[in-house]
């Protein structure tokens, strides 16, 4: 049965869901470019806040105000923009995602609706640090960022109060008491992060659901950087249904240097376990999340065939926007046109040649910053004594030309 929507640009996230970022803000998707802010224009802080302001905040009024109305928020630009490249976007996804739980909803007004859905990233608490990540999402790359400083520097460092707010989860006694207070109704949770499997107080909300019989009722989804496997995993086995996403761009040695401190070999003995787990649980699947950027738009053919061996249960070309330098717009026109080349001609299945001519679509639609992306890889190589050259030289000569004998 179809959802009863005001028109096909409509998204139901304003009025069901809330986002909770790593340093404890909060915004209506994952997407949204801006944070929602209280009557004053400051930003909500997890801290001290309740959900229940956020949800009926002046700030959510107008937005979905402006869907009633059949507006675009520019707010919104990442999926327009992903739209218009014939690409699947969040609120595509979601809409897919949540028919069912949806299909009885025949109203929209101003006022939120019950919060069913939760995008929590519960703090910047993560043991790797990815190229595409920062110290907003990562501890471990803010650590990194931090030793770059001078000693007297560190603690006014950008990096340094990342990690100071990226705890806010294991600070906030009320947001916990909020989320008690929602589980009646939610139906869906996201946990990302930082590493969702290293935060612990997650596992004791689990528990707290399972214990008030609200689990059956649950779905949960969870992004993993694929280098660790819970003791936990049999919580999983009460709830409704449970999607492990591997975070999973490139295979191999690359693997290893857009996920800097994460092992090829480990994240293969972990899926490996969960797909044993999804053997032994029929409420268990498994997807991979493949983040399309400028490190591995010339391998994703590799990816690709290395993900249809896997068998996993569904697969998400995601599409990076931000930080900008790493967009896949930002290649130069030369680089461009070989990633163009190899996507269209790829060899791989039909369902993975779609998803390349609108990535090649993409990448065409406009240009990007190249400069920033240059000096940027070049200067986080630096910093970890690493080069570019031995893991992507292709890539490496089309930024930088031959490396020196």
């Known amino acids: 049965m179809a ?15 809330l986002e909770t970022s790593p340093i404890g803000s909060v915004r209506p998707c994952c997407l949204y470019d801006g944070e929602i802010v209280n009557s004053q224009n400051v930003k909500f802080d997890l801290n001290k806040d309740r959900l229940k302001d956020v949800q009926h905040s002046e700030y959510m009024y107008q937005l979905r105000t402006a869907f009633l109305q059949g507006k675009q928020p520019a707010e919104c630009r990442r999926c327009w923009t992903t739209e218009t490249n014939h690409l699947t976007s969040k609120r595509m996804h979601t809409l897919d995602r949540l028919k069912d739980i949806l299909k009885d909803e025949t109203e929209w007004t101003i006022h939120p609706k019950d919060l069913m859905f939760l995008d929590l990233k519960l703090g910047n608490i993560c043991n790797i640090a990815c190229r595409i990540c920062g110290a907003w999402s990562s501890s471990t790359y803010a650590g990194e960022e931090i030793k770059s400083f001078p000693v007297e520097e560190r603690r006014n460092s950008w990096a340094y109060q990342m990690n100071r707010q990226g705890n806010w989860p294991r600070k906030s006694l009320t947001f916990w008491e909020d989320l008690h207070h929602y589980a009646s109704g939610i139906r869906y949770i996201e946990f990302t992060g930082g590493e969702p499997f290293m935060i612990r107080e997650h596992f004791d909300f689990l528990e707290f659901l399972v214990e008030n019989d609200y689990a059956k009722n649950i779905e949960i989804h969870y992004n993993t950087n694929t280098t660790l496997y ?12 449970v999607e492990i996403a591997f975070s999973v761009d490139d295979i191999g040695s690359r693997f290893e240097y857009q996920r800097w401190g994460a092992e090829w070999k480990t994240a293969n003995k972990n899926i490996e376990q969960f797909k044993k787990l999804r053997e032994r649980n029929n409420n268990i699947s498994l997807q991979v999340c493949s983040t399309v950027n400028v490190f591995n738009v010339l391998y994703l053919e590799e990816l690709a065939n290395w993900i249809d061996e896997q068998n996993f249960d569904f697969v998400y070309w995601n599409m990076l926007h931000d930080p900008e330098k790493y967009c896949i717009t930002s290649l130069p026109t030369k680089t461009k046109l070989k990633a163009t080349e190899r996507l269209l001609s790829a060899q791989v299945s039909d369902k993975h040649k779609k998803e390349f001519k609108n990535i090649a679509l993409f990448m065409n639609s406009k240009e990007g910053n190249t400069d920033a992306l240059r000096s940027e890889s ?10 570019i050259y031995d893991y992507l030289p292709e890539l490496a000569e089309c930024l930088y030309g031959k490396a020196r004998q």
Do not use: A, Q
């Not at 070049?378 to 080069?387: K, V, W």
């Open 3 to 17: 959802m009863n929507l005001p028109h096909n640009k409509f998204c139901v996230l304003p009025w069901i869901s």
């Open 230 to 241: 819970p003791d936990n995993d049999g919580i999983w086995k009460n709830f409704k249904h």
């Open 378 to 387: 070049l200067y986080l190589d630096n910093r970890r004594n690493i080069t």
